[in-house]
C-alpha cells in the first residue's frame, strides 16, 4: 500500500498569504494524483487531478505540481473561504490511498 | 448538474450488516465509476471501493472480506453493505462519481453530502 505523507499537518496563514502544501509517496504515484479541499461538515471537493489539472470552476489561485513522490498544492493568495483541510490521493495503484491532511487555518 | 445523496439507517447494532444506497440525479448512472468513501470522526478519508455501471467492483483490501457494492441502473442508485460492523466502522460515509478522466485515471468530480453511520447498541 502506497502510503502519503502530508506536510505540514497545520498551517497558519493570514488571507492574502501564500499557502504552499506538501504531499509526499512512499512510492512512484507517476502524475495520478489529486487534491481535495474539505470544509468542516461537507463533503469533500475536487481541486487538482492528475497532478496539475485544476477541476471545473476552481479558482486560478489553486495550482499543483510534481510528479513521481514529491507533489505540491500552492494558493497564491489565501481568500477567506480557503481556510479548510487539503487531502492528496493517489490513484496509481490499489489500495488508493488518502493522505492524512493539511489543515490551514488563519494566523 | 449531477447529485448524489447517500441514504441509510443512522445507527446499526454491532455485528449486525450496515447498508446505504446512494441515488444519482440529474444524470444517468451509466458509463461511469461510481465510489464509497467514509471518514471517523475526526479522521481522514478512507476508500471502500467503487463499481463500474456495468458490475464490476474493486474493494479496498482491508475491507473486502464485509463489503459489496452493488449497481441497479434501472434506478440509477448504487448501494454498499458492510457486514459484521464494529465500533470501527462509525463514520460518515460519502458516495461519490469518477467523472473526469486524465492520462487513462479517473478522479471523484462529485460526491453526496455524507451520512453519518453510528454502530452501537
Known amino acids: 500500500e502506497i502510503v502519503l505523507t502530508q506536510s505540514p499537518a497545520t498551517l497558519s496563514l493570514s488571507p492574502g498569504e501564500r499557502a504552499t502544501l506538501s504531499c509526499r509517496a512512499s512510492q512512484s504515484v507517476s502524475s495520478y494524483l489529486a487534491w481535495y479541499q474539505q470544509k468542516p461538515g461537507q463533503a469533500p471537493r475536487l481541486l487538482i487531478y492528475g497532478a496539475s489539472n485544476r477541476a471545473t470552476g476552481i479558482p486560478a489561485r489553486f495550482s499543483g505540481s510534481g510528479s513521481g513522490t514529491d507533489f505540491t498544492l500552492t494558493i497564491s493568495s489565501l481568500e477567506p473561504e480557503d481556510f479548510a483541510v487539503y487531502y492528496c490521493?493517489?490513484?496509481?495503484?490499489?489500495?488508493?490511498?488518502f493522505g492524512q491532511g493539511t489543515k490551514v487555518e488563519i494566523k | 448538474q449531477v447529485q448524489l445523496q447517500e441514504s441509510g439507517p443512522g445507527l446499526v447494532k454491532p455485528s449486525e450488516t450496515l447498508s446505504l444506497t446512494c441515488s444519482v440525479s440529474?444524470?444517468?448512472?451509466?458509463?461511469?465509476?461510481w465510489s464509497w468513501i467514509r471518514q471517523p470522526p475526526g479522521k481522514g478519508l478512507e476508500w471502500i471501493g467503487y463499481?463500474?455501471?456495468?458490475?464490476?467492483?474493486t474493494y479496498n483490501p482491508s475491507l473486502q472480506s464485509r463489503v459489496t457494492i452493488s449497481v441497479d441502473t434501472s434506478r440509477n442508485q448504487f448501494s454498499l453493505k458492510v457486514s459484521s460492523v464494529t465500533a470501527a466502522d462509525t463514520a460518515v460515509y460519502y458516495c461519490?462519481?469518477?467523472?473526469?478522466?486524465?492520462?487513462?485515471?479517473?478522479?471523484?468530480?462529485?460526491w453526496g453530502k455524507g451520512t453519518t453511520v453510528t454502530v452501537s447498541s
Open positions: 490521493q493517489q490513484r496509481s495503484s490499489w489500495p488508493e490511498t
Open positions: 463499481i463500474y455501471y456495468s458490475g464490476s467492483t
Open positions: 440529474g444524470g444517468s448512472i451509466s458509463g461511469y465509476y
Open positions: 461519490a462519481r469518477f467523472g473526469v478522466l486524465s492520462s487513462g485515471k479517473h478522479y471523484m468530480d462529485v
